[in-house]
């Protein structure tokens, strides 16, 4: 059971390069999202997916974009990354966004923007 | 790695009643800790977290947790819960020091209160 995957786990980018991470689920989810975590300040919500083809943004989606590809993945794109946007990302997804269901969380995607 | 075991999945209480979540780590060196909660249709929003000093943090809502070192434990409280409790509540961990922020999570507990 993969669960949700996220690649690369970590990267270095210069600052002005553009990059793509990419998020897949394999449990028929149909929400989907992208957090930051920074230190002290908890995960916050970039960007969000209530079902295939939506999209909406979150807390801080200035400077990212996602595409909903399909129902099983979710990218995030920075594309032209800054030494703000150095953070650790995590992809989740849920079965519905509306009732009290499970989030499952990748692993985690650490990124430093140099 | 180290890993976040929560312990209850589903909880099931009474308005007024007491609540505490367990979360336990497997990490012997030092952490910072989170309590995060995912209300009905919302995103994940921080509670409380520990990073030094009082080992006894008090977070938003009323809710408190205690970190007790020798027992790699950092269990969430509340003294009287609400129907607006009603959420799923998530432990995590951070190694400080360590190469990288990554946030090692439980895997999440149900919590239902009933009015």
């Known amino acids: 059971n993969a669960g949700v995957t996220q690649t690369p786990k970590f990267q270095v980018l210069k600052t002005g390069q553009s990059m793509t991470l990419q998020c897949a689920q394999d449990m028929n989810h149909n929400s989907m999202y992208w957090y930051r975590q920074d230190p002290g300040m908890g995960l916050r919500l970039i960007y969000y997916?209530?079902?295939?083809?939506?999209?909406d943004k979150g807390e801080v989606p200035n400077g990212y974009n996602v595409s909903r590809l399909n129902k099983r993945e979710f990218s995030l794109r920075l594309e032209s990354a800054a030494p703000s946007q150095t953070s650790v990302y995590f992809c989740?997804?849920?079965?519905?966004?509306?009732?009290?269901?499970?989030?499952?969380f990748g692993s985690g995607t650490q990124l430093s923007v140099l | 790695a180290q890993s976040v075991s929560q312990h209850n999945h589903h909880v099931i209480l009474s308005e007024a009643a007491s609540l505490e979540l367990g979360c336990n780590y497997s990490?012997?060196?030092?952490?910072?800790l989170f309590w995060y909660v995912q209300y009905p249709g919302q995103h994940l929003q921080l509670l409380l977290k520990?990073?030094?000093?009082?080992?006894l943090v008090k977070g938003i809502k009323g809710f408190e947790a205690e970190f007790i070192k020798s027992k790699f434990s950092f269990n969430l409280r509340k003294p009287s819960v609400q129907w607006s409790d009603t959420a799923e509540y998530f432990c995590?961990?951070?190694?400080?020091?360590?190469?990288?922020?990554?946030?090692?999570f439980g895997g999440g507990t149900r919590v239902l209160v009933k009015p």
């Open positions: 997916s209530a079902s295939e083809g939506t999209t």
């Open positions: 990490y012997g060196g030092t952490v910072n």
């Open positions: 520990y990073f030094s000093g009082d080992p």
């Open positions: 989740a997804s849920s079965a519905r966004t509306v009732t009290n269901e499970k989030l499952f």
């Open positions: 995590a961990v951070k190694i400080t020091g360590a190469a990288g922020n990554k946030l090692t």
